[in-house]
């Protein structure tokens, strides 16, 4: 096995990748891609786990209960609306099923576009998600990616 670093382009930065830089490598013999996925994300975005108030058991903003399917972000709406704004993907290139549970009552969900816009009624995948309880049943195709627009409830 060797590394290398490959270089940038000269334009229009010429020194864009100057100065000092650190590197980390896993090596993972026999691991699946779900088990890399999962250290990479481990390595490069550490779960910050805030153990909720009185307990000592970490809590989850929202869980996911298939490997495959990737919570990359977790935020306020920028409308300022309260509404939570959720983005997951499918990781692995397959199908999959997964049941999102946020850690907080939900009213509604709703599949939005990147700028967390309704995608408009005559669009084909736009979807009100269905939701039973705080769990919302979602299907992925293989490497898609899904934002979502959780009202609390």
Do not use: C
Not at 30 to 54: C, K, T
Not at 59 to 83: C, F, H, Q, T
Not at 88 to 116: H, I, K, M, Q, W
Not at 123 to 142: K, N, V, W
């Amino acid at each position: 096995m060797r590394l290398s670093l490959v270089r940038a382009a000269n334009s229009p930065d010429p020194i864009q990748d100057a100065g000092h830089h650190v590197f980390r490598y896993a090596v993972h013999p026999g691991a699946d891609i779900a088990a890399v996925v999962a250290s990479g994300y481990e390595q490069n975005l550490a779960l910050r786990r805030p153990a909720a108030e009185g307990t000592v058991e970490p809590w989850s903003v929202v869980r996911s209960d298939n490997e495959g399917v990737r919570i990359e972000a977790v935020k306020l709406a920028d409308d300022r609306s309260g509404d939570v704004i959720v983005r997951v993907y499918e990781a692995l290139g397959r199908r999959a099923a997964t049941t999102l549970v946020p850690g907080f009552a939900v009213a509604s969900v709703e599949e939005v576009d990147l700028l967390e816009r309704p995608l408009g009624d005559d669009m084909a995948r736009s979807r009100r998600l269905a939701h039973e309880g705080d769990a919302i049943a979602l299907e992925l195709r293989p490497f898609q990616v899904v934002t979502l627009r959780l009202t609390r409830g």
